[in-house]
């Protein structure tokens, strides 16, 4: 078994309650607990249980990144290869020129942006809005159509079509 020195402040920073990432590149930031810093080229993992302001940073080309959180939290992943997020009421997501797929299940108010995206697959518990203008692929998955927005054209604010099963709109992509 392979010994990992850390110095105690970065101990520290692991165990705070309600939040952790992984070995693999994830930085917390002393000064904002919650708050994870992905370096360029690293991989990263953010979990956030009830932490309040919980914030992942993932926007840096980096390979892969994925963060679980509560209410409130922000997840920047632009230009990452993939992201993936599962989060509560007021989240905000954003997924922009992700290169192959970000994968969103987001709680009431949940704001999700997929602008350019490659592919970008979302689940809303409730209410939510998604942005997929700029040529960005989309598949929504709505609890409640009547409070799930889509938007696929930039500039127009059209919204996108409800598919035959009542529940999914899709922009750039098929039913």
């Known amino acids: 078994m392979r010994r990992v020195h850390l110095p105690s402040a970065g101990l520290l920073l692991l165990l705070l309650p309600g939040c952790s990432s992984d070995s693999g590149g994830c930085q917390n930031a002393a000064a904002t607990p919650g ?15 009830a932490q309040p302001a919980c914030e992942t940073y993932c926007a840096n080309g980096n390979p892969s990144c994925s963060t679980t959180c509560g209410s409130g939290c922000s997840v920047q ?11 509560g009421e007021g989240c905000s997501v954003a997924c922009q020129g992700v290169a192959t797929s970000c994968t969103a299940t987001v709680g009431d108010g949940g704001d999700v942006d997929c602008e350019g995206a490659a592919s970008c697959a979302v689940t809303c518990a409730a209410s939510c809005a998604v942005d997929c203008a700029g040529g960005g692929r989309c598949k929504v998955l709505c ?4 409070g799930c927005s889509l938007r696929c054209d930039k500039g127009s604010g059209a919204g996108a079509p409800l598919c035959a099963d009542g529940r999914t709109r899709v922009c750039n992509e098929a039913c």
């Not at 708050?35 to 249980?49: D, K, L, M, R």
């Not at 632009?78 to 989060?87: D, E, F, H, K, P």
């Not at 609890?143 to 009547?146: F, G, I, L, W």
Request: aromatic fraction near 6%; charged fraction near 5%.
């Open 35 to 49: 708050y994870c810093f992905c370096p360029t080229g690293e991989s990263c993992q953010h979990a956030c249980g």
């Open 77 to 87: 992943c632009q230009n990452a290869g993939s992201c993936s997020v599962s989060c």
């Open 143 to 146: 609890a409640d159509p009547s």
